[in-house]
């Protein structure tokens, strides 16, 4: 995948304004350091982090008519919020506009924002970058969730959606059931393998008591 750094970096300055191209640099340099604590490929991790709010910017109403014109699906949900689109939209203008075809890119840019089931590690790290970059510094329990990052991807997902849910439910907000599946995924995901590393721990002392 060859990447045209520097004109797509100039051409977002265009496109952003300056704190939403500040919160993408932070962006794209968190998923590398992330990707690079799990061997995951660090210049698929850097485009989509770079490229992951490119239609941040756009009205909403020019949102939805671009989402209309390209044919992306829009659901009630969006509809009634429409920056939600600003994901699929991104994803979309990162192929057309930006000349990246890589699936695994394009769809870490997609779910950026609701997240969903059973994210690939690539989709995680764009998530969690998105939350921990360092210019965020208002949601809760950040210290914890930045150490998490690079301990245990499954486990930070969980702790973030858990932190979004509570927010969207304090502040009487509606959730985007996309966003509700993936945390009762990951809630679900997390307990288990909890209970299993738990066992293991017990088989382990067992063991050690009999031999």
Not at 116 to 144: C, F, G, T, V
Not at 196 to 201: A, G, L, T
Request: charged residues 30%; aromatic residues 10%.
């Amino acid at each position: 995948m060859k990447i045209q750094w520097h004109k797509i970096q100039d051409r977002l300055k265009k496109e952003l304004d300056a704190n939403r191209y500040e919160h993408t640099k932070g962006v794209m340099y968190t998923t590398s350091c992330i990707a690079m604590a799990y061997g995951i490929d660090m210049e698929k991790a850097r485009i989509a982090g770079l490229l992951h709010d490119c239609a941040k910017c756009i009205s909403n109403q020019k949102t939805i008519n671009l989402c209309k014109k390209a044919k992306l699906p829009i659901s009630e949900f969006e509809k009634k919020y429409p920056s939600l689109l600003h994901a699929k939209l991104g994803a979309y203008l990162a192929e057309k506009k930006y000349a990246v075809h890589d699936k695994e890119v394009l769809n870490s840019i997609f779910w950026h924002t609701t997240g969903k089931e059973a994210m690939s590690d690539l989709e995680k790290i764009i998530y969690i970058a998105d939350y921990i970059e360092p210019n965020r510094n208002k949601a809760p329990h950040l210290q914890q969730i930045r150490k998490l990052a690079f301990e245990d991807l499954d486990r930070c997902m969980y702790e973030i959606l858990k932190d979004t849910v509570s927010y969207l439910c304090k502040h009487s907000k509606l959730i985007d059931k996309t966003t509700l599946k993936a945390y009762n995924y990951y809630k679900t995901y997390t307990r288990k393998n909890k209970s299993k590393k738990d066992n293991r721990c017990i088989e382990g002392l067992k063991n050690k008591e009999s031999s």
